[in-house]
């Protein structure tokens, strides 16, 4: 089991020794995501993320500052999400200082000039446009819209050309400084490594990061009423899709079984929907499903392409899986089979460093605490067919069912009729 120690001004630490490797991963959290910005800073935390490799003032510059990591085989990342900000670095065990070194300088001394703001705003602005010419990605976007309306959950997270574009140095710089602070940082690390010197070398490298306040993520308002259809139109070839609606948020008591649920629909090649959709009907080349598990709400989400003149045999095959699977439930076989494939996918995934301290990083920030994966594992063993079926109930609603559509797609009324549970 991972240690948990708190610093001054609470700064979370969690080290979990992992002997038999020869790296070690460091993801740092930031409690600040898409999911903690109004209207008006619209994509800040991303924008943020973006300016801390810029450099700093013992690093000026991205090439220096990245060359620290990759110069002796290492790797460095970042990413935003709705609720969180997380940096991480992975090198070999020796480099252990030298990473955490680089994570304590960007987090804490940033250069943020009024020359970087304005390349970076050019950056992310490319960013959106390209994510806006490419159907298969501007789709989920559009869904999250169509699910949640004007809300951080409706929105990109790298917000919009208008609020990036009107952002300034003054306003970024601010926002950097309310949540980069202790009470709103968790670092995890994970490798071969030794406890004590890690917690020597984290209180020296972040002694001057400010104690500041825990950040408030905004509450998410009710989903947009349904079922509706949000059509897009283009001239591509195909058309892309999703069907949307209510998941389940991150303490429901269901997430277990909505894993479960999750991936007998979709979750793979061997999925309700792949089967029908693609081996039996070969309406598309691949269709899937995902569930996005957020503090108080959630989503699932079903997506594929097809040709155009396909999309109402397949909205209509779709639909008739998911009302087949809410009337009927699973099969005993169906149960036990991916109860052993969501057991083996876990377990799967923590086999790397960065595996392990990306997912006690995230568990400690949402929970206070490391959920042991043989906890997780001993509640999926125990679900029953009852347990799928009333998450299917639960999930499977009309009322905030969404068809989003992107394509050259001239009347809806035919796919609209088939939009009911």
Same mark, same amino acid.
């Given at each position: ?14 080290? @979990? ?31 943020? @993320? ?14 220096? =500052? ?35 070194? #680089? ?9 943020? !000039? ?164 693609? @081996?039996?009907?070969? =309406?598309?080349?691949?269709? %899937?499903?995902? !569930? ?8 699932? #989400? ?9 999309? #109402? ?19 005993? @076989? ?9 057991? %083996? ?15 006690? %990083? ?10 042991? #994966? ?21 999930? =499977? ?9 992107? %394509? ?14």
């Amino acid at each position: 089991m991972p240690d948990i120690h708190v610093l001054d001004g609470g700064l979370r630490v969690v080290i @979990e020794t992992l002997p038999h490797t020869h790296s070690v991963s460091i993801s740092c959290t930031v409690c600040v995501g898409s999911g903690h910005e109004d209207d008006s800073q619209s994509g800040m935390a991303h924008f943020i @993320e973006h300016l801390l490799f810029k450099g700093t003032p013992r690093r000026p510059n991205p090439k220096i =500052l990245i060359e620290t990591i990759e110069g002796v085989g290492g790797m460095i990342d970042a990413y935003t999400n709705v609720e969180s900000t997380v940096y991480s670095v992975k090198v070999a065990n020796i480099h252990l200082a030298r990473a955490i070194d #680089v994570l304590a300088d960007m987090l804490q001394h940033p250069n943020m !000039s009024a020359i970087d703001v304005e390349k970076e705003r050019r950056v992310i602005l490319e960013e959106i446009s390209t994510t806006a010419d490419s159907p298969a990605e501007l789709v989920h976007l559009l869904a999250d819209t169509a699910l949640w309306g004007e809300q951080p959950l409706g929105r990109d997270i790298a917000g919009s050309e208008a609020t990036v574009g009107g952002f300034n140095r003054d306003a970024l710089y601010a926002f950097y400084q309310n949540a980069y602070t202790r009470a709103n940082l968790v670092i995890s690390v994970a490798g071969n490594i030794d406890s004590a010197d890690v917690l020597r070398l984290i209180g020296e490298a972040f002694a001057d990061m400010p104690a500041g306040t825990p950040a408030v993520i905004l509450p998410t308002k009710p989903a947009q009423i349904g079922p509706k259809v949000a059509l897009q139109h283009d001239d591509s070839e195909q058309v892309h899709f999703c069907i949307s609606m209510l998941g389940l948020g991150m303490d429901d008591p269901d997430r277990r079984a909505m894993l479960v649920f999750d991936a007998v629909v979709g979750g793979n090649s061997t999925s309700r929907l792949f089967q029908e959709i693609r @081996e039996e009907r070969a =309406l598309a080349y691949t269709i %899937g499903s995902y !569930s996005r598990e957020y503090r108080d709400a959630g989503k699932w #989400v079903v997506s594929a392409s097809v040709d155009t003149d396909a999309i #109402v045999e397949t909205v209509t095959a779709v639909m008739t899986v998911l009302r087949d699977v809410k009337a009927r439930g699973l099969t005993e @076989e169906e149960l036990t089979q991916v109860k052993e494939q969501v057991k %083996g996918g876990i377990l799967l995934s923590l086999e790397d460093t960065m595996s392990v301290a990306s997912r006690n %990083g995230s568990h400690m920030l949402r929970y206070g605490r490391i959920i042991p #994966v043989e906890a997780v594992i001993s509640e999926v063993e125990v679900l029953t067919l009852a347990d799928i079926t009333r998450v299917a109930q639960r999930v =499977l609603q009309p009322q905030h069912l969404h068809l989003t559509m992107i %394509g050259p797609v001239t009347d809806t009324a035919d796919v609209a009729t088939q939009l009911h549970l």
